[in-house]
């Protein structure tokens, strides 16, 4: 099936797919720091530039965007239907890099959490993937 936009509305559309301050990565800080969690965000110095990183803890979640990321038997991490080989690279290249980042973190030492975008779909998600996490790594505060 073609794709139903032009090559330049299509343009536009993936230039607004942003890579640091998603909806759901806010709102997954929000949680935590109501938590009393305190994090840094995108630490260059480590491996993929974590979106939060937990020092205190030795701690790293990624939130990863079900379609970009693939997460297995999510109906988000679907595949184009046009220009489908360059897709299918383009996942297995993501998908990878995110292999490789979680083995050097290990390898530095760190703790690495994932968490899928349609696990944060709603605030009660939301503070149940907060309430995990916290209890993954330890913390006893509750919010």
Same mark, same amino acid.
Do not use: Y
């Given at each position: 099936?073609?794709?139903?936009?032009?090559?330049?509305? *299509?343009?536009?559309?993936?230039?607004?797919?942003?890579? *640091?301050?998603?909806?759901?990565? +806010?709102?997954? #800080?929000?949680?935590?720091?109501?938590?009393? +969690? !305190?994090?840094? /965000?995108?630490?260059? !110095?480590?491996? =993929?530039?974590?979106?939060?990183? +937990?020092? #205190?803890?030795?701690?790293?979640?990624? /939130?990863?965007?079900?379609?970009?990321? !693939?997460? @297995? =038997?999510?109906?988000?991490?679907?595949?184009?239907?046009?220009?489908?080989?360059?897709?299918?690279?383009?996942?297995? !290249?993501?998908?990878?890099?995110?292999? #490789?980042?979680?083995?050097?973190?290990?390898?530095? =030492?760190?703790?690495?959490?994932?968490?899928? @975008?349609? @696990?944060?779909?709603?605030?009660?998600? /939301? %503070? @149940?993937? %907060?309430?995990?996490?916290? /209890?993954?790594? =330890?913390?006893? #505060?509750?919010?």
């Amino acid at each position: 099936m073609p794709d139903f936009l032009s090559p330049r509305e *299509r343009s536009e559309r993936m230039s607004r797919i942003r890579s *640091r301050d998603t909806s759901p990565e +806010l709102a997954l #800080r929000r949680a935590l720091h109501a938590r009393g +969690l !305190r994090f840094r /965000v995108n630490d260059r !110095r480590l491996p =993929g530039k974590p979106d939060i990183v +937990l020092p #205190r803890f030795k701690t790293v979640i990624l /939130v990863h965007g079900c379609f970009w990321h !693939r997460h @297995e =038997g999510c109906k988000v991490a679907s595949t184009p239907k046009s220009n489908t080989a360059f897709w299918e690279d383009k996942f297995a !290249r993501n998908v990878a890099r995110d292999v #490789r980042n979680t083995s050097d973190l290990n390898a530095l =030492g760190w703790n690495v959490i994932v968490v899928w @975008e349609c @696990e944060l779909a709603s605030q009660r998600k /939301v %503070a @149940e993937a %907060a309430a995990r996490i916290a /209890v993954d790594i =330890g913390h006893q #505060r509750q919010a």
